[in-house]
């Protein structure tokens, strides 16, 4: 399954999976809004043994068959915890 990678330009370190490339309609309108304008970052085959550095595959794949599209949100941070970066 091919998968590709935006970058939201209003939410740092949030990404939108999307299963076919600027079918950016699959994406709800509250969504988009909140999301701004998205650049995209990469095109990748997420294949079964395929591991992502933040998000579990398997559930990647799952919502890119199920509704077209996958967010990656920024990891939550623990309290006292510095930001990354």
């Known amino acids: 399954m091919q ?8 939410k740092a ?3 939108v ?3 076919v490339r ?7 309108d509250p969504l988009r809004t909140q999301l701004g ?3 995209f970052v990469l095109e990748t085959a997420l294949t079964p043994e ?8 398997a559930v990647v794949r799952q919502n890119l068959g199920a509704r077209g599209f996958h967010i990656q949100f920024p990891p939550r941070l623990l309290p006292g915890e510095p930001p990354h970066g």
Do not use: G, I, M, Q
Not at 3 to 10: E, F, G, I, L, T
């Open 22 to 28: 600027d079918d950016f309609a699959v994406l709800p």
């Open 37 to 39: 304008s998205l650049d």
């Open 17 to 19: 999976y999307l299963a």
């Open 50 to 57: 395929r591991r992502l550095a933040r998000e579990n595959a």
């Open 13 to 15: 370190d949030t990404y």
């Open 3 to 10: 998968a590709y990678v935006y970058k939201s330009r209003h």
